[in-house]
């Protein structure tokens, strides 16, 4: 059974560029979940997507945005990246019944913005 | 304001010992709080679950309590191992506000043999 699955593991951009990374759920799992954790802090909610819907947003510019496809994987994409965009940026899933199920991470992607 | 806080500093014991990590909260509701495991740049791995009405949870050498008058989470880790050394972040789901899980900035274990 293939837990969550992120692509690519490590990224390095320029500032003003634009980026997109890429989450599979594990099996089963319907809703995704993105953070970001900057270095030496806990991971922040970014925002949530099930049913193909972007159902709950954390306090971040529309610079961030994100897609749920129909076999539940999803994007995320940052435009304009800024030196600050640097950190670790984690996918989770969960099993959306009452979205208070426990979300299980993939091992993130590493950005990396110069 | 609202915070959730875990331990500030790294927290050294002895291997055998008990661990005990602290997380805090400030004026959320929470339906549940969570544990996870964080090693050096890789994702957070689920531990345990508590929820709201209850006060204890174990699993194998783990266990969570959880009191909201105090507004506090312990997590116990019983006959630490070196193994055992990693980062533990606790986060929490508040109500109302769906499926997003707030962290603290997370505990620094370290165990010595």
């Known amino acids: 059974d293939a837990g969550v699955t992120q692509s690519p593991t490590h990224l390095i951009k320029t500032r003003g560029q634009q980026v997109t990374l890429r989450c599979s759920p594990k099996s089963g799992h319907d809703t995704v979940s993105w953070y970001q954790q900057a270095l030496g802090q806990g991971p922040q909610f970014i925002f949530q997507?099930?049913?193909?819907?972007?159902?709950q947003r954390g306090n971040f510019p529309d610079r961030f945005s994100g897609h749920q496809f129909p076999n539940y994987s999803s994007e995320l994409n940052v435009n304009a990246l800024l030196l600050g965009d640097s950190a670790l940026y984690l996918c989770?899933?969960?099993?959306?019944?009452?979205?208070?199920?426990?979300?299980?991470f993939g091992p993130g992607t590493r950005l990396t913005v110069l | 304001s609202q915070k959730i806080e875990q331990n500030s500093e790294a927290l050294n014991i002895q291997e055998g010992k008990t661990a005990t990590l602290t997380c805090n909260y400030t004026?959320?509701?929470?339906?549940?709080l969570q544990w996870y495991r964080q090693d050096p740049g890789r994702g957070p791995v689920f531990l345990l679950l508590i929820r709201e009405n209850e006060k204890e949870k174990r699993k194998e050498r783990l266990k969570v309590t959880f009191d909201t008058t105090l507004k506090q989470s312990l997590f116990h880790i019983t006959a630490s191992q070196p193994a055992d050394s990693a980062t533990y972040l606790c986060a929490l789901l508040n109500y109302n506000q769906g499926g997003k899980l707030i962290f603290g900035q997370g505990t620094e274990l370290s165990v010595k043999p």
């Open positions: 989770a899933s969960s099993l959306d019944s009452t979205s208070t199920d426990t979300q299980y």
């Open positions: 997507y099930y049913e193909e819907e972007e159902r």
């Open positions: 004026n959320y509701s929470p339906a549940y």
